[in-house]
């Protein structure tokens, strides 16, 4: 076990560290409500991109994202099997053949019968942290009751954010932007420092009060949702969605994943432990396995806000290993891109006239 000394508090790196939740909805900061229609109509969006996986037939139990004709691409750690069904713009989809595992990362590409009738290109570029995103996933879990400090911090009743609730979801395709925050190292299912995975295959953004509309992070049944960045008009695929957790700063210092409490053994998400959408963890607590101490104490050298973060899965790490299973296509336009294009060439021929 490692121990670190920070600002008078000794932390025990390797205690009380928990499993970072799978992604599962996408909740947004300004609305209890979640997005579910188009948000970029005329032009394939992370919307249009996303499908619906349902495992042994029962209710959808995450995402993924059509990347070939016949490929799309989700999160390994979903529990799904052959036979599965993918839904895709409202047509289903049998998994067929064998699941293509990523082990150095969270990726799954997974082979359908039948033809997508479109799918997304990668975004290859390592530029991503810095530029402006759109995540989607299922609407699974709802923004639940809020989350105040406890009446033992410093300030107690300050609000950080909300637990999620199981009522209420659908599960169809949701979407919320954000800012493209930085990127960890991934280990055999753990967030990790890139030092210590020597790796930085999972981006983050931060759930952080950033006044970006609809911004937003993952939490139940987002998994396998993506991370999509606008490149030269066409919405690409970046990222993955691989599960939610507490401030990149945390992971640093533990080199792991410490769990959250509002107040001493009581954890952050009520019935869903460690399912909370907290925008802010001071005045919450994290322990050392005999200890509770506040964050702010942990983190001394942190000013203002400290939030939690989505974590995807990095295609611009991996996009070597996919191409290696689902070669770069391009898609053909769509039949209403047709449409729409012949009649531009229409109305300006008429207008030559």
């Known amino acids: 076990m490692r121990i670190r000394y ?29 997005n579910t229609t ?3 109509p005329g032009n394939p969006s992370p919307f249009d991109l996303t499908g619906q996986w349902r495992k042994g037939g029962g209710t959808y139990s995450g995402a993924g994202v059509p990347i070939g004709e016949h490929y799309f691409l989700t999160a390994r750690h979903i529990g799904a099997s052959v036979g599965d069904i993918f839904t895709f713009q409202g047509v289903d989809y049998t998994s067929i053949g064998s699941f293509i595992n990523d082990t150095n990362s ?10 997508f009738p479109t799918w997304t290109q990668l975004y290859r570029s390592n530029d991503e942290v810095g530029k402006a995103m759109t995540v989607t996933g299922l609407n699974r879990f709802q923004r639940g009751t809020a989350v105040v400090a406890s009446a033992g911090s410093p300030n107690p009743g300050d609000a950080k954010g909300w637990d999620v609730s199981n009522v209420g979801g659908t599960g169809a395709v949701t979407w919320g932007k954000n800012i493209v925050s930085g990127a960890q190292g991934y280990s055999g299912g753990s967030i990790l420092s890139t030092a210590t995975a020597g790796n930085s295959n999972l981006l983050y953004f931060n759930f952080d009060e ?16 993506g991370l999509f960045i606008k490149d030269g008009g066409i919405w690409k695929l970046a990222g993955i969605n691989f599960a939610s ?18 107040s001493p053994g009581v954890p952050v998400g009520g019935t869903i432990p460690g399912a909370g959408t907290l925008f802010d963890i001071r005045d919450l607590y994290v322990t050392d396995g005999v200890f509770y101490y506040l964050t702010q104490d942990v983190l001394p050298s942190i000013a203002g806000n400290i939030p939690t973060a989505s974590y995807d899965s990095r295609i611009s790490a991996r996009a070597s290993w996919i191409d290696q299973f689902v070669p770069p296509t391009i898609p053909e336009p769509s039949s209403v891109a047709l449409l729409i294009a012949g009649a531009g060439m229409l109305i300006r021929r008429q207008h030559r006239r």
């Open 245 to 262: 957790f507490t401030s990149p700063d945390f992971i640093e210092i533990y080199d792991g994943m410490p769990a959250l409490y509002t």
């Open 38 to 40: 188009d948000d970029d």
């Open 106 to 115: 969270d990726l799954r590409i997974v082979q359908v019968s039948g033809s």
């Open 210 to 225: 950033s006044g970006v509309t609809n911004e937003a992070m993952t939490t139940g049944f987002d998994s396998g949702g």
């Open 6 to 34: 920070l600002g008078g508090l000794l932390v025990a790196a390797a205690a009380a560290l928990a499993i970072p939740t799978p992604s599962h909805a996408v909740i947004l900061y300004s609305s209890a409500t979640t």
